[in-house]
């Protein structure tokens, strides 16, 4: 289908997919998005404080793993497989990925419980300590941005748990300006739909997040593979000088007789005249 109506079918297509995948993340992490939407209404601070730690405690059983199966239609769509089933691939991915997913939301609640903490701990000091206080800012918003990498890496890659932790970090400390670029694409996305145009929030925010996310992890990942191919025939090139260079007088027999027959032919020739 081409032209105007083609044009149309084709957002109408993309609307859909984006929709149908928010409102698949949002309900098989419906417990999370319950206390979300409760926490609106809560009145004092130690209730708020109660429902993030309920929010908290639920996230590597829930929020994870949909947010790790959503990611994997998000890979499908920017890897040029738009037309991948939606409910097969996301159910499939949430199934064969729960576990890593909640290990690793298990691993990054402790991480950025234990940041946020030290952050409060220090920012209420005085003197050298109180300069200390920024660093963890820092140290949050890094792991942060290696969750996205985590999830990016996890649908992408067949990885050990340990290896995906290990990666995503190192790819966050390793490709800096690329992650901080993710997360500021990520935090645009999430600051239109929450002030801007709210009714976004169920049907867009979170899959346009993961799409626009790993749309940034696979130009880094592809950048990566260039450098090692170059890197690798780089190599085999010096090997190859090297060997020459270790032998250069070594002529086969197959070029001794080359060399032979010449100078034979030469020879006959110069009888000829």
């Known amino acids: 289908m081409r ?3 083609g044009g149309f079918y084709r957002i109408s297509e993309w609307i859909m997919r984006l929709s149908v995948t928010n409102l698949l993340w949002i309900i098989t992490a419906f417990p999370v998005f319950f206390w979300v939407l409760y926490l609106r209404a809560a009145e004092t601070v130690e209730m708020v404080e109660s429902l993030l730690f309920l929010m908290v405690v639920l996230s590597p059983f829930f929020l994870f793993p949909s947010t790790s199966a959503m ?4 890979r499908k769509w920017v890897t040029g497989d738009a037309d991948a ?7 499939r991915s949430y199934k064969e990925n729960y576990l890593q997913s909640m290990i690793g939301g298990i ?9 946020i903490f030290n952050y409060r701990f220090y920012a209420g000091q005085e003197g050298f300590y109180g300069l200390i206080a ?8 890094m792991a942060v941005l290696a969750m996205f990498n985590f999830f990016c890496i996890i649908v992408h890659l067949h990885m050990k748990t340990l290896q995906l932790l290990k990666n995503s970090l190192l790819l966050t400390i390793g490709q800096p ?3 901080l670029l993710m997360g500021l694409s990520a935090l645009a996305v999430w600051w239109i739909s929450f002030t801007q145009f709210t009714w976004l929030i169920p049907f ?3 899959s346009v997040i993961a799409t626009v996310t790993f749309w940034h992890f696979h130009n880094g990942f592809q950048k990566i593979l260039r450098k ?4 690798e025939e780089k190599r085999e090139q010096e090997a190859a000088e090297r060997a020459e260079q270790a032998d250069p007088g070594a002529a086969g027999p197959e070029d001794a007789d080359a060399a032979g027959k010449a100078e034979s032919g030469g020879a006959s020739d110069a009888k000829k005249e």
């Open 3 to 5: 032209g105007l109506m």
């Open 71 to 74: 990611f994997a239609l998000a």
């Open 85 to 91: 089933p939606l409910l097969k691939t996301f159910f």
């Open 107 to 115: 691993f990054f609640v402790l991480l950025l419980t234990v940041l």
């Open 134 to 141: 920024p660093l963890f800012i820092v140290m949050t918003v």
């Open 177 to 179: 300006f690329r992650s």
């Open 204 to 206: 867009f925010s979170g």
């Open 228 to 231: 090692q191919q170059e890197l």
